[in-house]
């Protein structure tokens, strides 16, 4: 089974400043690696996703994927208090099913 | 954008109740998924399944029936309800690799 990791659990930043959320993981034929937003009472919304080593940009978002050792990261420019959300790393596992494995997530608090 | 919708959003029972959750999705996704929620353990998923009438079971199956009756539709059925299933459960449905989550159904087990 997929073990998904997350780190910092909760982080307090000031707004613009530059988030980065690390996420771990156990599988290196893992899929592809998916980050999620979830706001407070709601659903967790699919925000970037990566399948190959590197790096990909959207907008505000970078995320950078390195499989040899298992990490992956997310990188917020310009956070915004509208960021203030749990974020969520999600890994798809290559067992033929799509199965979905998440981490336990980080809080994410932008001080206006 | 893909649609997902569950019923009740908010559930209370009892001890040993009978308890279904209902999720319903419009946009012919194959896959479907039931995950709780609690704090310190983040989702796990409880049952999921690829099209009408298949049933794959999860991480955390004990206590839990699923049904999956059109490609639209995915129940979650708890025959004897317990405390220990008091949670924020959450149905998905995906394509391509993403997931698109439900509003969301606490339920309650006094």
């Known amino acids: 089974q997929e073990k998904v990791q997350q780190s910092p659990e909760s982080l307090i930043v000031p707004e613009g400043a530059m988030v980065s959320l690390n996420c771990s993981f156990s599988d290196s034929a893992s899929q592809s690696i998916w980050w999620y937003q979830q706001h407070p009472g709601k659903g967790p919304k699919a925000l970037i996703s990566i399948f190959s080593n590197g790096n990909k940009k959207e907008g505000r978002l970078t995320v950078y994927l390195n499989r040899a050792s298992l990490h992956v990261s997310l990188h917020i420019k310009d956070s915004q208090p509208s960021d203030s959300a749990v974020y969520l790393c999600?890994?798809?596992?290559?067992?033929?099913?799509?199965?979905?494995?998440f981490g336990k997530g980080t809080s994410l608090t932008v001080i206006p | 954008e893909a649609a997902v919708t569950q019923s009740p959003r908010n559930k209370v029972t009892v001890t040993g109740g009978n308890v279904t959750l209902s999720c319903r999705q419009t946009n012919s996704h194959n896959y479907m998924y039931w995950y709780r929620q609690d704090t310190g353990h983040g989702l796990r998923l409880i049952h999921y399944s690829y099209g009408a009438g298949n049933l794959q079971i999860g991480d955390v199956p004990d206590g839990y029936k699923a049904t999956r009756t059109t490609q639209e539709d995915f129940f979650l059925l708890l025959e004897l309800a317990s405390p220990s299933q008091t949670s924020l459960y959450f149905c998905?449905?995906?394509?391509?690799?993403?997931?698109?989550f439900g509003p969301g159904t606490r339920l309650t087990v006094l």
């Open positions: 998905a449905s995906s394509v391509g690799g993403e997931q698109y």
């Open positions: 999600a890994v798809i596992s290559n067992t033929g099913y799509q199965n979905f494995y």
